[in-house]
């Protein structure tokens, strides 16, 4: 399985525009703001890559969930619940 991004690449200094209001209360509360950036952008970036990846194969999803449909889940017939 691909991994989303390499999590051993360098670190690089980064200018955002941030909420004042929010960047004191996170900084008052000791908030690791690269920290916290790095795994919010993760999240989204592992949220836009499902996303893309259900989007591509949507056509064999479809037809995987037509057949199940008209003929049932394989091994079923094997199934003792």
Request: aromatic share 8%.
């Amino acid at each position: 399985m691909d991994t989303l991004f390499d999590a051993d690449a360098p670190k690089k200094p980064t200018n955002l525009s941030v909420n004042s209001d929010l960047l004191s209360k996170s900084r008052a509360l000791d908030i690791n703001l690269s920290a916290t950036l790095e795994q919010a952008l993760q999240a989204k970036l592992a949220q836009a890559s499902a996303e893309n990846w259900r989007k591509d194969n949507r056509k064999a999803i479809k037809a995987y969930n037509d057949f199940v449909e008209e003929n049932g889940c394989f091994g079923t017939e094997y199934q003792e619940f």
